[in-house]
C-alpha cells in the first residue's frame, strides 16, 4: 500500500485531507475551544509550530457548506452531537497578517488592503449576490476596492461580519493568524506607531462589542501589551507556551512523532529527532517542533544515511539573538556559555511586552527569546522567574552560528588587530598568531566542556574560519562537515604563491601542547599539503591550533 506524503509547507487543512498527506490529528481543539468558552482566544506560539494550519482546520469545521468527510475518523468526528450542531454552522472570516511585511506604512497599508480584497471575494463568491440589502452590496463593493480608504480598512473586518451575520442568519467567527508579524516588520523599518493605530483599531472594530461576532482565534509569537494593541479588549483569553489548556495542540507530542516515525518504517531514528527537535515544555507537555520533525522525515526517506539538520533556521529570522548577543554584558556572556553547554539560567520573564520596549534592557530580550522558541522552561520558580534552557541541538547550534557570526563582524571592525592577526600567519609566526588568537577568544562566547569534543572543535573552527576570512586576497577552504567533526582548513595565497594548513584541535584535559602536537601529525599522516601543492603553491606552512575554552596554543611545524 502507498504511504501518505509528508505535508512539508502544506498548511490547507482540505489539501492534506484530500491530497492524500499525513495528518497529525489535532480536532480536538475544536472542542476545546466550544467547551472552554471564550469570546476571543489568543494563542502565542513559535512560528512553526502549526497554528496557520489549526487555523484552516478551524475554518474547514465551521463554514457553512463545508466537506464533512474532511473530519471523517478524525477525533472530532467521534462527538456526533457537537458535529451536528456545530459543523458547517457559522460564517468565518480568515487572514493570516504574516504576509503583510511593507518598507513603508504606505505599502504594509496596501498589502493589508489585499488580503481584506481576497477575503471580500472569497466571501462573496459564497454568496447570493441579489439576496443582499442595497447597503451590503454597496459595503461590500468597498471591501472589493483595493484602494479602500483608512476608515474602510481599519473597519473592515466588522463590516464583513455585519454582512455575514445578516445573511447566514448565525454569529461570525472571526480568524487572524500571525497578528504580530507586522508590527514587528514596522519595527524594524520605523514605523510601528503608525501600524499599532492600524492593527489595534481592526482590532477594536472587529473584537470589542461587535454583536456580530460568536468567537475569535488569534494567533502570533509574542503576546504584544495591552495598552499597545488590546485597549479595551476585556473579552478575551491568552494562551501562551505557559498555560497548561491547550498545550497539545500545537505542535507534536512524543506518541504523535513515534507513530509517524513507525508509519514511514523511520522508528530508528527516534533518538536523534528526540535529541535534535524535541524539548519545547508548553503547559504540561514536552512538543517537538512540527516543521522540523517533517523535513527531517521527508529527508529520510529520500536519504536514510542523513544526519539531522537546522531547518526552523531557514524559516524564521534569528536577529532577535544577534541583537541579544549584541547588548550582552560580561554576565550575560556567561550566562549564553552556561545554556549552550546544555546548562539553565534563572531569569524574570515578562509575557506582555511592546516592541518599542524590547531594547529597554537585556532582560526584556531574555523574554523574547523564550516566547519565540528560542528558549523553554525546565522549571518554574516562585514569583516570574523560569529556570531557561536551550530545547534541543538544533537551537543550539542557531545559538552557536549566531554567536560565530557577531564575533567576526566584531572582530573585523577592529582592523589593526586583524592585519596583525592575518600578517602573523603570512609570516610563519606562531607566537604571534597565539598572542593575538588568545585576545580574540578572550572576547567571545566559549564553549563549556559538557559539549562532545567534535561539537567543541567545530566552534572554535568557525570562529577560526571567521577570522581568517577576512583577508579578501587569501582563499580560505574547509573541508569540514557539518556535525561530525573538521579535517583541515586551507588558505591560498595566490599573489605569493604560498599556502597555509591549519589543523584545530579541542585540549578535552587541558594539555594545549598535547593537542597541538597532534594536529601537526594529523597534518602529516594526512599529506593535508597534497592540495595546496599540486594548485602550484610552495612554499605551505603548516600550523597546529588547540584550544580550550578562552585558551589556545599555536604551534608551526616543519
Known amino acids: 500500500m502507498e504511504k501518505m506524503k509528508l505535508p512539508v509547507g502544506i498548511e490547507n487543512f482540505a489539501d492534506i485531507r484530500t491530497e492524500g498527506f499525513y495528518y497529525v490529528d489535532k480536532t480536538g481543539l475544536i472542542e476545546d475551544l466550544l467547551g472552554n468558552w471564550a469570546s476571543v482566544n489568543l494563542f502565542t506560539r513559535p512560528r512553526r509550530f502549526g497554528k ?4 484552516s482546520m478551524l475554518r474547514h469545521f465551521f463554514e457553512p457548506g463545508c466537506d464533512k468527510t474532511l473530519f471523517d475518523g478524525l477525533k472530532i468526528s467521534k462527538d456526533r452531537g457537537l458535529c451536528e450542531k456545530y459543523m458547517g454552522q457559522y460564517p468565518v472570516i ?4 504574516k504576509g503583510v511585511l511593507g518598507r513603508t506604512y504606505e505599502i504594509a497599508g496596501r498589502m493589508l488592503n489585499r488580503l481584506i480584497n481576497e477575503e471580500s471575494y472569497r466571501i462573496q463568491s459564497r454568496m447570493q449576490w441579489e439576496k443582499l440589502p442595497e447597503l451590503h452590496q454597496k459595503q461590500m463593493k468597498q471591501l472589493l476596492d483595493d484602494r479602500m480608504d483608512e476608515d474602510t480598512q481599519m473597519n473592515a473586518l466588522r463590516t464583513l461580519s455585519s454582512v455575514m451575520h445578516q445573511y447566514y442568519g448565525r454569529k461570525v467567527i472571526i480568524l487572524i493568524d500571525e497578528y504580530d508579524v507586522p508590527l514587528d516588520k514596522a519595527f524594524q523599518l520605523g514605523y510601528y506607531d503608525q501600524m499599532v493605530t492600524l492593527i489595534s483599531s481592526l482590532f477594536a472594530q472587529s473584537l470589542k462589542t461587535n454583536d456580530s461576532l460568536f468567537f475569535a482565534v488569534v494567533t502570533g509569537c ?5 495598552e499597545s494593541i488590546f485597549t479595551g479588549l476585556n473579552n478575551f483569553k491568552v494562551f501562551s507556551v505557559m498555560d497548561v489548556l491547550y498545550d497539545e495542540y500545537f505542535g507534536f507530542t512524543d506518541q504523535e512523532v513515534r507513530e509517524m516515525l513507525d508509519y514511514y518504517s523511520l522508528a530508528d531514528h527516534f533518538g536523534a529527532v528526540k535529541e535534535w527537535y524535541d524539548g519545547y515544555h508548553i503547559g504540561n507537555t514536552d512538543v517537538y517542533c512540527p516543521w522540523d520533525v517533517i523535513c527531517y522525515c521527508s529527508d529520510l526517506l529520500a536519504k536514510p544515511s542523513l544526519a539531522p539538520r537546522p531547518y526552523w533556521v531557514n524559516t524564521s529570522g534569528n536577529s532577535i539573538i544577534r541583537r541579544f548577543i549584541g547588548k550582552a554584558d ?4 556567561r550566562d549564553l556559555e552556561e545554556l549552550v553547554a546544555g546548562g539553565a539560567v534563572r531569569k524574570t520573564i515578562r509575557q506582555e511586552l511592546t516592541y518599542n520596549e524590547l531594547d529597554d534592557s537585556i532582560d526584556n530580550l531574555w523574554s523574547v527569546l523564550f516566547l519565540t522558541g528560542y528558549l523553554t522552561v525546565q522549571e518554574e520558580t516562585e514569583g516570574r522567574e523560569l529556570l531557561l534552557t536551550i530545547p534541543n541541538l538544533e537551537i543550539r547550534e542557531i545559538f552557536v552560528t549566531q554567536i560565530q557570526e557577531w564575533f567576526r563582524e566584531a572582530s573585523w571592525r577592529d582592523k589593526p588587530g586583524m592585519d596583525a592577526f592575518c600578517l602573523a600567519f603570512r609570516n610563519g609566526d606562531a607566537e604571534a598568531v597565539e598572542e593575538q588568537f588568545q585576545a580574540y577568544l578572550k572576547k567571545t562566547i566559549s564553549i563549556r566542556d559538557v559539549s562532545t569534543k567534535s561539537r ?8 577560526l574560519l571567521g577570522l581568517l576570512n577576512y583577508d579578501r586576497e587569501w582563499i580560505v577552504t574547509s573541508n569540514a562537515e557539518f556535525g561530525d567533526g573538521y579535517s583541515d582548513i586551507l588558505i591560498e595565497m595566490e599573489d605569493e604563491e604560498r599556502g597555509i594548513v ?3 584541535k579541542y585540549a578535552d584535559n587541558g594539555d594545549l601542547d598535547a593537542a597541538c602536537q597532534e594536529a601537526l601529525e594529523q597534518i602529516r599522516e594526512k599529506n593535508y599539503r597534497e592540495k595546496l601543492l599540486l594548485n602550484g603553491l610552495d612554499p605551505i606552512m603548516t600550523f597546529g591550533i588547540a584550544c580550550c575554552r578562552k585558551r589556545c596554543r599555536v604551534m608551526r611545524g616543519e
Not at 480568515?94 to 497578517?97: H, Q, R
Open 52 to 55: 496557520s494550519l489549526n487555523m
Open 456 to 463: 567543541k572543535e567545530n566552534f572554535y573552527h568557525g570562529i
Open 330 to 333: 560580561r554576565r550575560t556572556r
Open 94 to 97: 480568515s487572514i493570516s497578517l
Open 222 to 226: 509574542l503576546r504584544i501589551a495591552k
Open 502 to 504: 591549519i589543523e584545530v
